[in-house]
């Protein structure tokens, strides 16, 4: 099956009309993981042309209240989206380059971490960031010190 297919179910699953624009962003959140909104409306607009950026906002907006992608943002970032939703899992950011990765799950089933005191919630979720230097950043960091 063709991953505009796919789309094109996920949209019918969550009761959205099935456009054009909603299968490029779709198409675009995929291809490019943590892509910021200027990055999808870039990959939006080499698909269909000329795409306004407050259509791409109005549908990252209808995908991520319908959870078929997931919205995060790190602090000091702009928001970003991904593809991977429903497994809880984490992220590291690069404080150089501001590069995101996937982090699994630590331990157990979600919500993967568990807090000391729960205040009365009903926890479903845990979102952890973890912060450091990529490689990249950390060898070219090493190259200029020598």
């Given at each position: 099956?063709?991953?505009?297919?796919?789309?094109?179910?996920?949209?019918?699953?969550a009761?959205?009309?099935?456009?054009?624009?909603?299968?490029?962003?779709?198409?675009?959140?995929?291809?490019?993981?943590?892509?910021?909104?200027?990055?999808?409306?870039?990959?939006?607009?080499?698909?269909?042309?000329?795409?306004?950026?407050?259509?791409?906002?109005?549908?990252?907006?209808?995908?991520?209240?319908?959870?078929?992608?997931?919205?995060?943002?790190?602090?000091?970032?702009?928001?970003?989206?991904?593809?991977?939703?429903?497994?809880?899992?984490?992220?590291?950011?690069?404080?150089?380059c501001?590069?995101?990765?996937?982090?699994?799950?630590?331990?157990?089933?979600?919500?993967?971490?568990?807090?000391?005191?729960h205040?009365?919630?009903?926890?479903?979720?845990?979102?952890?960031?973890?912060?450091?230097?990529?490689?990249?950043?950390?060898?070219?960091?090493?190259?200029?010190?020598?």
């Open positions: 099956m063709s991953a505009t297919s796919t789309y094109e179910q996920q949209l019918r699953s009761d959205l009309r099935v456009t054009r624009p909603r299968i490029a962003v779709l198409t675009a959140v995929h291809d490019h993981p943590h892509a910021d909104t200027d990055s999808i409306l870039g990959a939006v607009r080499a698909d269909l042309g000329e795409v306004s950026h407050q259509a791409v906002y109005d549908v990252l907006k209808a995908l991520t209240t319908a959870g078929l992608v997931r919205r995060i943002q790190p602090s000091g970032s702009v928001a970003r989206y991904e593809s991977r939703i429903g497994d809880n899992h984490h992220h590291v950011v690069c404080r150089s501001g590069a995101i990765a996937d982090v699994d799950c630590a331990v157990g089933g979600a919500p993967c971490l568990t807090p000391s005191d205040h009365g919630f009903s926890i479903d979720e845990a979102e952890v960031i973890y912060w450091g230097t990529c490689s990249e950043c950390t060898t070219a960091s090493a190259s200029s010190t020598h």
